[in-house]
C-alpha cells in the first residue's frame, strides 16, 4: 500500500528550526530520488530540495539554499527536512513525495513561521 506520512511541523518564530520528516512505504521510496515540497496560502505546491535516489546530489530552491537542507535513511524509508532560519514566507504545507512527483500525495505537515 502506498504511504506517505509527513511530520515534524508547528508553529515556530523567524530564526527558528524544525526538522521534517516523512515516512514512505518502500514501493515508493525505494531505488527512487525524493523531494520536499511545499504549498502557501493562494500558490502553487512548489519543489523545495531534492535528494537523489543514494544521496549523491541534491537540489534546492533558490529561497532555501543555505538554510535548508535534505536527507534521507534508506533503511528506514525515511527522507528528512533540516529547516533552520527560518522565515515567515517559510510558512506553507509541507509534503515529500517522489522527485518528480507522483499523483499520490500524503496530507502534509503544517509550518507556520510567526512571531
Known amino acids: 500500500q502506498e504511504q506517505l506520512v509527513e511530520s515534524g511541523g508547528g508553529l515556530v518564530q523567524p530564526g527558528g528550526s524544525l526538522r521534517l520528516s516523512c515516512a514512505a512505504s518502500?514501493?515508493?521510496?525505494?531505488?527512487?530520488?525524493m523531494g520536499w515540497y511545499r504549498q502557501a496560502p493562494g500558490k502553487e505546491r512548489e519543489l523545495v530540495a531534492g535528494?537523489?535516489?543514494?544521496?549523491?546530489?541534491?537540489y534546492y530552491e533558490d529561497s532555501v539554499k543555505g538554510r535548508f537542507t535534505i536527507s534521507r535513511d534508506n533503511d528506514e524509508n525515511t527522507v528528512y527536512l533540516q529547516m533552520n532560519n527560518l522565515k515567515p514566507e517559510d510558512t506553507a504545507v509541507y509534503y515529500c513525495?517522489?522527485?518528480?512527483?507522483?499523483?499520490?500525495w500524503g496530507k502534509g505537515t503544517l509550518v507556520t513561521v510567526s512571531s
Open positions: 518502500e514501493s515508493i521510496f525505494s531505488g527512487k530520488n
Open positions: 513525495n517522489r522527485w518528480p512527483e507522483m499523483e499520490y
Open positions: 535528494i537523489h535516489k543514494r544521496s549523491l546530489t541534491a
